[in-house]
């Protein structure tokens, strides 16, 4: 999306959504034999979080821990004594909304962009069903504000190139 379809998309939300909050966060990515080991540090807290499966996947188990944020360097140090090597480090400014029963992300990262994603916790049994909601209202948003989405194929290519040039896109 551009700036103008972001701009557009936060007054809509600011009017019919209720916002949760603002911040910047780091998000740090570490290698892993399965799924995503990460830690996010946010303005107010840290988190462990470990997600099932693979990026740009539509469903994925998410365990996320809290932590302290001033132990962030402390957890920073143990994954990398244990084994886990930086993957690669994600900055960006996230604004939350509460819209329709969904949590909405409007994301910029830097280096990646401008993004939009819904999200809804639900139990294994009531995945499908909530998919195919959050499917349909992230649709609807996209026809209206006139925003192309963007195909898993591209998505995965994205992030492919940013995990290659992610000091060099973080220093610009």
């Not at 188990?61 to 994600?90: Q, S």
């Not at 909601?133 to 492919?160: A, M, V």
């Amino acid at each position: 999306m551009n700036k103008t379809q972001y701009s557009q998309l936060k007054r809509f939300f600011n009017k019919h959504g209720k916002k949760l909050g603002s911040w910047s966060e780091t998000t740090v990515y570490y290698q892993a034999k399965q799924g995503d080991l990460r830690l996010r540090r946010t303005g107010n807290s840290s988190f462990f979080i470990y997600k099932q499966g693979h990026i740009h996947q539509a469903q994925r188990e998410e365990i996320e821990l809290p932590f302290a944020k001033k132990d962030f360097g402390k957890m920073e140090n143990i994954l990398i004594r244990m084994g886990h090597p930086v993957k690669m480090r994600w900055l960006r400014h996230r604004i939350v909304y509460s819209w329709q029963g969904s949590k909405v992300f409007l994301d910029n990262t830097v280096g990646n962009g401008l993004m939009i994603e819904l999200e809804k916790i639900c139990p294994n049994s009531a995945k499908g069903k909530v998919y195919k909601q959050i499917k349909k209202q992230l649709e609807k948003l996209l026809i209206q504000f006139k925003i192309k989405p963007t195909s898993k194929s591209e998505l995965n290519k994205r992030f492919d190139y940013y995990k290659r040039n992610w000091q060099k896109l973080l220093k610009k």
